[in-house]
C-alpha cells in the first residue's frame, strides 16, 4: 500500500501522509514557551481531512 493511495483513500486534502518530523515539530512548539498562552486546545495533524466533517 502505498502513501499515495492511502493519502487519496483517506480524503487528505493535502494529497499525502504527514511525517513524524512534522507531528514532532507540533508537539516541540507546544512543549516550549511560545505556547504558554494555549489552553484547552485540540490540536489535530491530520492533513485537512477532518476539515467540513
Known sequence: MS???MA????????RLG???????AIVFLLS????YFTGQLLGPN???WMGA
Open 3 to 5: 502513501d499515495e493511495w
Open 8 to 15: 487519496k483513500e483517506l480524503a487528505i486534502p493535502m494529497a
Open 19 to 25: 511525517t513524524p518530523e512534522e507531528v514532532a515539530a
Open 33 to 36: 514557551p511560545q505556547a504558554s
Open 47 to 49: 492533513g485537512g481531512s
